[in-house]
């Protein structure tokens, strides 16, 4: 089953599916899960600097030996040494994962970069690495509405995603920026997208899920994808067991969720907010 791919603001598109190096897999040695994943046919591969190991993400990448224009490779910046550029940022990445380019290259938060005026200096770093051709496509995560607007204000390209905390237990609270970024053709890619089974496992959800899991012959985290998937939203997860990567792709083949399926797990996550990364994002 291959994975089906969205069109960003800049023209390129994006896999609506990616393998993540972080959270599970942060700080380790990731050649053999990322090697996994690309041997079980995901093409898109979600690294940061923060995460510790894009050099094993880059040893994967090398190992699989893939044409380079079938791999979709992300990483982030979290901050700068005092005096560093983007560029030379990046360049200290590209180094580490042995590519020329990446796909996509992110601010991680804007909260290493608050101080006044830094945040637009940065993203016009963002925009040199574009022109250089070191990063194809350039894009944000974490940002709030305000963070839009510090950087939309000088901007030469548009941020193209927002990698951000995205389940039925914050979209809720999202909508505002959800609609924002609709506006702005700004796609919303998401993370800790199976929080509603992995975190908060007896929530309201809970009889939704398993409800709806057996109405289409799938698992809760299968609902949880295609509630996303049909959301429009690019999903970042990741997995340190080989056969639940087989589970996540095995989503595409199950029947879709109704519009009143979708509803009713719109309406059982809006009666918990549980937010577990950037609590930044509380405030919009
Ligand atoms: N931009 C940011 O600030 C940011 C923040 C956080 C994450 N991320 C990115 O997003 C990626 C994914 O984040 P996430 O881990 O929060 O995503 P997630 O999709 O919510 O969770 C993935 C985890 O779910 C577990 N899981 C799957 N099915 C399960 C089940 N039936 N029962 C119990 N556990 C189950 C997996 O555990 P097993 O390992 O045991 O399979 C896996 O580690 C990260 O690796 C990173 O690339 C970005």
Redesign the pocket.
């Known amino acids: 089953m291959s994975i089906p791919v969205f069109k960003l603001l800049d023209g390129t598109t994006i896999p609506q599916l990616?393998?993540?190096?972080?959270?599970?897999?942060?700080q380790k040695n990731v050649v053999e899960p990322v090697l996994a994943a690309i041997k079980a046919n995901y093409t898109h591969i979600?690294?940061?600097q923060v995460?510790g190991n894009e050099d094993s993400v880059g040893d994967a990448i090398a190992q699989a030996g893939l044409p380079r224009d079938q791999l979709y490779v992300t990483t982030?910046v979290v901050k700068l040494d005092p005096g560093e550029t983007v560029t030379q940022s990046i360049k200290g990445s590209l180094a580490k994962l042995k590519l020329d380019y990446v796909d996509l290259f992110?601010i991680?938060?804007p909260t290493g970069f608050e101080a006044p005026g830094r945040l637009e200096e940065v993203w016009q770093g963002l925009e040199e690495v574009k022109d250089k051709g070191l990063a194809k496509s350039i894009g944000v995560?974490?940002f709030r509405i305000k963070d839009f607007h510090r950087v939309l204000k000088i901007a030469k390209y548009k941020p193209v995603v927002n990698?951000?905390?995205f389940?039925p237990y914050v979209y809720k609270q999202l909508l505002p920026l959800l609609k924002f970024q609709e506006e702005h053709g700004i796609l919303t890619?998401?993370?800790?997208?199976?929080?509603p089974?992995?975190?908060k496992?007896d929530g309201p959800l809970s009889p939704v899920l398993k409800e709806l899991a057996k109405k289409i012959g799938g698992?809760?985290?299968q609902v949880?994808l295609k509630w996303q998937e049909q959301k429009g939203i690019v999903?970042?997860?990741?997995?340190?067991?080989v056969e639940?990567l087989n589970?996540?792709l095995g989503a595409y083949s199950l029947p879709n969720l109704s519009d009143a399926d979708i509803k009713a797990i719109d309406d059982a996550g809006a009666k918990l907010h549980s937010r577990?990364?950037?609590r930044h994002m509380d405030e919009l």
């Open positions: 990616a393998f993540g190096t972080g959270t599970a897999l942060y979600d690294a940061a995460y982030k992110l991680h938060s995560s974490n990698q951000i905390e389940h890619e998401s993370f800790g997208g199976l929080t089974v992995t975190k496992p698992t809760e985290v949880l999903d970042v997860t990741t997995t340190t067991k639940r589970e996540y577990h990364f950037a």
